[in-house]
């Protein structure tokens, strides 16, 4: 058939489909162009930039030293720090994906970091949970929740988080505030993002100067902290593209915090473990629930002795009763925990049942039993003292490591959990004060 002479030619139609295409792309770009965006706490703006990705590794991850400067000086020096003047957007959620034995420990990991460093805080903790899993996104850091929190925490100098090496821990939060702070983690870990501090992945209060505050971009303060993101392409949001890599560790340090530390290598109980029911968890929280209020201390509770209610209201110290089967523990427990959304129980054999928290290191390792479980995440386990009472290896608490006394805390008299004044571990070095920092075009 012949063609119509008034039809288009196929040049025709290929100009017209790259007018139809590129018009829109253009009016988008000449829209976006040199369009500001906000950031920082006050009018700063800036333009989006693009960079290459460098072929050299990301930067090390030192130890930080600081000037030795006044504290008013150096609030002085660092309101002299301009804000960085190139976008500061809001990170991408994090959603925590593994085991709910994994979670659990994430959760009272983040948790400790955000309550040791920023107090009881909302503000606070949120803006460092923030801080802690931009780094388990960076490749510089390590790739575990936990095992960001507590990097370095063998060394007295050289951990990321002072509290991890300096006794911090020695001090028990509350039991209203560590709950918080574990329903902040929790939220954190589900895909809530903080994001005025963007992909920050240092800190320092205001009342500190540390080398490193010309090297890194000032992007937010919250309070009196001051946050920072590296500089080039490894502060930018491609270079957190790394992801959670295996469990997450056991920490013994918060072990008097967080059950979900004790013991060691146990996955979730199966339905046909001895301590869950036929029903499982869920038919096991909706039994009736056992009053047990301070009125119980000293007193048989579901055939064990209370010996120490938690603050929480949730955490259980028993004794065992004697000539009993190890086999019907779990049993015990269950009948103990029974109706409780979340419980916790840490026993011992007669004589050696601790009277009071915070528990010493030598009374972790005498604990024959311990049980929890969490609704919410789905965790149930149990587990022995296998030295005590051989069981399979799955079952066996985790022999503990004893690490090197803590250096005393610097600060003997402050009760309580205090609020930290530093992200990094710091060596004051007796220098000559940094000169102001002139503002600069980014």
Same mark, same amino acid.
């Given at each position: 058939? @012949? ?24 009016? @988008? ?86 309550? %040791? ?37 063998? $060394? ?29 983690? $929790? =939220?954190?870990?589900?895909? &809530? ?5 963007? %992909? ?5 209060? *205001? ?10 971009? &000032? ?25 959670? *890599? ?31 029911? @036929? ?10 629930? &056992?009053?047990?209020? @301070? ?9 064990? &002795? ?20 190890? *086999? ?5 427990? $269950? ?88 992200? =990094? ?18």
């Amino acid at each position: 058939m @012949a063609a119509r002479a008034d039809a288009p030619s196929p040049l025709a139609w290929i100009a017209w489909a790259l007018i139809l295409i590129g018009l829109p792309m253009a009016v @988008a770009g000449w829209e976006t162009r040199g369009r500001d965006v906000a950031h920082g706490p006050g009018p700063v703006r800036g333009r989006v930039a693009r960079i290459e990705q460098p072929p050299s590794p990301p930067p090390p991850v030192e130890p930080v030293e600081v000037y030795a400067l006044e504290r008013d000086e150096a609030r002085r020096f660092n309101a002299a720090v301009p804000f960085s003047k190139l976008a500061n957007p809001a990170a991408r959620p994090f959603v925590f994906a593994g085991s709910p034995e994994d979670l659990a420990r994430a959760v009272d990991c983040l948790a400790a970091a955000q309550i %040791y460093e920023a107090g009881d805080d909302a503000t606070g903790e949120q803006a460092v949970a923030q801080v802690v899993l931009n780094r388990v996104r960076h490749p510089a850091f390590p790739k575990t929740v936990c095992g960001v929190v507590f990097q370095g925490q063998e $060394r007295r100098t050289g951990c990321q988080f002072t509290f991890t090496c300096d006794g911090a821990l020695a001090r028990t939060p509350g039991a209203a505030a560590w709950d918080r702070a574990r329903e902040i983690a $929790r =939220e954190a870990l589900a895909g &809530k993002v903080y994001k005025p501090v963007g %992909y920050a992945t240092h800190y320092h209060t *205001d009342w500190v100067v540390p080398y490193w505050s010309g090297s890194l971009d &000032k992007i937010a303060v919250v309070g009196t902290h001051l946050f920072f993101r590296w500089r080039g392409w490894w502060g930018t949001p491609p270079a957190f593209r790394f992801t959670r *890599d295996g469990g997450e560790p056991l920490i013994g340090k918060i072990a008097r915090l967080s059950p979900a530390h004790v013991g060691g290598e146990v996955p979730v109980m199966a339905q046909d473990a001895p301590v869950v029911t @036929a029903g499982g968890l869920e038919a096991l929280v909706t039994q009736p629930r &056992k009053s047990i209020g @301070a009125d119980m201390l000293g007193k048989s509770v579901a055939g064990v &002795k209370l010996a120490v209610l938690g603050p929480d209201g949730k955490s259980f110290l028993v004794e065992l009763p004697g000539g009993g089967s190890p *086999d019907g523990w779990p049993a015990l427990a $269950r009948t103990f925990c029974a109706g409780r959304l979340e419980c916790r129980i840490m026993a011992w054999k007669a004589g050696a049942t601790p009277g009071k928290l915070p528990l010493t290191d030598p009374q972790l390792d005498a604990m024959s039993f311990a049980y929890i479980h969490d609704a919410g995440s789905g965790l149930q386990r149990a587990l022995w003292n296998c030295e005590q009472t051989p069981r399979p290896k799955e079952q066996c608490m985790r022999r503990r490591v004893a690490a090197a006394p803590p250096a005393p805390p610097t600060d003997a008299g402050l009760a309580g959990v205090r609020k930290k004044e530093r992200f =990094e571990t710091v060596t004051i070095a007796p220098v000559n004060p940094p000169r102001a920092p002139q503002s600069r075009q980014e």
